[in-house]
C-alpha cells in the first residue's frame, strides 16, 4: 500500500538497452533515484548520455529492460503510457512540433483535457487560467501553433501540460532551442508555479548553469550512469568526480 | 581604408520590399573577432547571409556597401562572388548537417570542395590541420562519413574544410549553438587558436553572450534589424549603455545562480522600418520623445557606441 512517507518517485535501479544479443547496447545502467513532493531535480548530461531515455522510461513511453520504477510507493512497472500520463506530463524540445497544427491551442488543450479528466465544465476558464499563469495573453490560445514565437509555443505546452494538474512535469530540454531572454522567461514562469502549487519536476538539460539557478538537486550523467548527485552547492563548488569539474570548467560564464 | 578585412558601412537588407536590417555600419580589423549578439530574427544571419551575397536566399542590399579587403563585394556577378567564396571567405552555418553529403567520406567531399576551389587536395596536409585543432584518432578521420560522427565532430570538420581553403576571413553563424558545453568550448578554443595562427578575422554570430565574451573582442548587439550597441567587448559586458543590452546580460544563468531576469514579448517584426526607437514597447525607460528621435548610433565613450542610453546608471 502506498503511504504517505513514500517519495512521489522513485527509479530503481532501471536498465535500458537497444538491440539484442551481441549488437546489445546498454543506453542505461543501473540507474537510481527518488523525488519527494515539491522538488526539482536538474538532470545534466552530453548529448547522447540517456538522459532523454530516462525521461521516456520513467514517463512509460518506452519499457524498461530492468529496474523498478514507483509512484507513491505503488509499482507501475511496465503500465501503458496512458495510465500514467495522469501522474506525468512531458514537455519536449520542440513544442510546436508536439501541438496538432490544425487545430488551436485551446482546443489542444481542451483535447488534452478531455483525455485525462473527462468532460470538465469549466474547462476554458482551467485553461485561461493556467495559460495566464504562464505570462500569456489568454487570446493566443486561440492561435496556431505556427503564429506563436518558439518561446510562447513553449510557454503554451506547458500550459497544457499543467491545465489537467499532474502530479509531476518532465522537462526535456526545454529551453534548448530558445533564445536567453525567452528561456529565463520560461524559468520566472516556473519558478513562480513552484512557488505556488509546489510543483514537482524534473528538468533535463546540458546546460549546468540553468539548472544551478532553480534546481534543488543535480544529477550528471555520463554513458548512462549518474556519477553524481547533489544540491547545486554541492556541484558546482565542490564537485567529487572528475566528469563533473570537466563539465563545470565548460560552461561558459559572461565573463 | 584598406587596413579593415571586412567594411559594413550603413548596409539597408530587404526581403522583397520589407527591410530587415536598416543602417548597421561595422568594421572588421585583421586578426579581430567581432561577435554580433542578438535575439531570434533581428537579422544577425541576414547580415551574413547579405555579406556572402546568396541571392537566393532572397537578401537585396538596397543601401550602403560592403568593402572586403578594400574591394567592393556589394553587388558581385555569380562567377566573381564565386571566386571569393571559400577562398577568401569561409562560412560555417549553425547545423553542418545540412552541407556535408551524410553517406560519402570526408575525403571525397573535401577534395570536392577543393578542386571546385581550384585548389589540389592534398591528404597529408589535411591531416597536419586535424592534429593542429587536436582532433581525436585524425589519421583515420578522412575515411569517416558524416553520419557516422557527432553533430560537434562534424562541426569541427567543416571547421577544418574551412581552414584547408585558406580564407583571411570566417563568418561563423551559430557555430556553437547547437552543440552541448563541452564541444561548443572546444570549437570556440580552436577558432580562437586559428585566429592567432593563422591571423584570421572572424565574423562571429551568436545569441549566446557567454559565448561572445569568451572569444571577442569586440561586440555588437543588435535588436529588431538595428545594431543599438557596438564596441569593445570589455567596455560593453562591464558597462552596457543600451536597456536592451542589459537586458539581455540579466537574462543569462550566472555564477551567483540566481534566476535570470526575461524580457516579456518579442520584437517587432516590421522593427528595421519604424521612425523612433524599436525597443520603445518593451523598455521599461522609454519616454514620450524615444517614440519619435530618429534611430542613431551615437559614441558614449571612445570606442564605444550605443543607440540609446536611457536608465544607465554610471
Known amino acids: ?255 | 581604408m584598406a587596413n579593415n578585412m571586412l567594411e559594413i558601412n550603413n548596409l539597408t537588407v530587404t526581403y522583397g520590399d520589407f527591410k530587415i536590417i536598416t543602417e548597421v555600419s561595422f568594421a572588421v580589423k585583421p586578426g579581430e573577432i567581432v561577435c554580433i549578439a542578438g535575439e531570434s530574427g533581428c537579422g544577425k544571419s541576414t547580415l551574413i547571409k547579405a555579406v556572402l551575397g546568396i541571392k537566393q536566399l532572397g537578401t537585396f542590399i538596397t543601401e550602403g556597401s560592403i568593402i572586403l579587403e578594400g574591394r567592393d563585394i556589394t553587388h558581385l556577378g555569380a562567377e566573381e562572388r564565386r571566386q571569393i567564396l571559400g577562398t577568401h571567405i569561409g562560412y560555417v552555418p549553425q547545423n553542418t548537417r545540412g552541407s556535408f553529403n551524410n553517406i560519402r567520406s570526408y575525403e571525397v567531399q573535401y577534395q570536392e570542395a577543393m578542386r571546385s576551389h581550384g585548389l589540389k587536395f592534398n591528404r597529408d596536409e589535411a591531416i597536419k590541420i586535424f592534429n593542429r585543432l587536436n582532433f581525436p584518432d585524425s589519421d583515420r578521420l578522412l575515411w569517416y562519413q558524416p553520419w557516422e560522427m557527432s553533430g560537434g565532430m562534424n562541426q569541427r570538420m567543416a571547421i577544418a574544410l574551412a581552414v584547408l581553403l585558406g580564407p583571411k576571413l570566417m563568418l561563423c553563424d551559430e557555430a556553437t549553438s547547437v552543440l552541448d558545453v563541452t564541444s561548443q568550448k572546444e570549437v570556440i578554443e580552436e577558432l580562437s587558436k586559428l585566429r592567432k595562427e593563422l591571423g584570421w578575422s572572424i565574423l562571429f554570430i551568436t545569441h549566446n553572450l557567454g559565448v561572445a565574451s569568451h572569444i571577442a573582442d569586440k561586440l555588437g548587439v543588435m535588436y529588431a534589424g538595428r545594431m543599438v550597441e557596438y564596441g569593445d567587448i570589455r567596455k560593453v559586458l562591464d558597462d552596457p549603455i543600451h536597456p536592451y543590452t542589459r537586458k539581455l546580460l540579466a537574462a543569462i544563468p550566472g555564477k551567483d545562480r540566481k534566476l535570470p531576469v526575461g524580457l516579456e514579448g518579442r520584437p517587432p517584426l516590421d522593427g528595421a522600418e519604424w521612425t523612433g526607437c524599436n525597443f520603445v514597447p518593451r523598455c521599461e525607460y522609454c519616454t514620450e520623445s524615444c517614440k519619435t528621435r530618429p534611430y542613431r548610433l551615437e559614441e558614449i565613450a571612445e570606442g564605444h557606441f550605443a543607440s540609446c542610453s536611457e536608465g544607465r546608471t554610471v
Open chain 1, 1 to 255: 500500500m502506498a503511504t504517505c512517507e513514500a517519495p512521489l518517485l522513485e527509479v530503481r535501479n532501471i536498465a535500458k538497452s537497444y538491440g539484442k544479443g551481441k549488437k546489445a547496447k546498454e543506453v542505461l545502467k543501473d540507474v537510481s533515484l527518488t523525488l519527494n513532493e515539491g522538488e526539482v531535480l536538474g538532470i545534466i548530461g552530453e548529448s547522447g548520455c540517456g538522459k532523454s531515455v530516462l525521461l521516456n522510461l520513467i514517463s512509460c513511453l518506452e519499457p524498461l529492460s530492468s529496474g523498478r520504477l514507483l509512484f507513491k510507493g505503488e509499482d507501475y512497472t511496465g503500465r501503458k503510457p496512458a495510465s500514467v500520463c495522469r501522474w506525468f506530463q512531458v514537455i519536449f524540445q520542440d513544442s510546436e512540433a508536439a501541438f496538432d497544427p490544425k487545430i488551436t491551442v485551446r482546443e489542444s488543450m481542451r483535447e488534452n483535457l478531455r483525455l485525462l479528466s473527462g468532460n470538465v465544465a469549466d474547462a476554458d476558464r482551467r485553461i485561461e487560467e493556467m495559460v495566464s499563469l504562464m505570462g500569456l495573453d489568454p487570446k493566443l490560445a486561440d492561435r496556431y501553433p505556427r503564429q506563436l514565437s518558439g518561446g510562447q509555443v513553449q510557454r503554451m505546452s506547458i500550459a497544457r501540460g499543467l491545465v489537467t494538474e499532474p502530479n509531476m512535469l518532465l522537462c526535456d530540454e526545454i529551453t534548448s532551442a530558445l533564445d536567453v531572454s525567452a528561456q529565463a522567461m520560461i524559468l520566472q514562469y516556473l519558478y513562480q508555479l513552484r512557488k505556488q502549487r509546489g510543483l514537482t519536476m524534473i528538468f533535463v538539460s546540458h546546460d549546468l548553469a540553468l539548472c544551478s539557478t532553480f534546481c534543488d538537486r543535480i544529477a550528471i550523467m555520463n554513458e548512462g550512469r549518474i556519477i553524481e548527485n547533489g544540491t547545486p552547492h554541492q556541484i558546482m563548488d565542490e564537485p567529487q568526480q572528475e566528469y563533473t569539474k570537466l563539465l563545470l570548467d565548460a560552461v561558459l560564464y559572461v565573463r
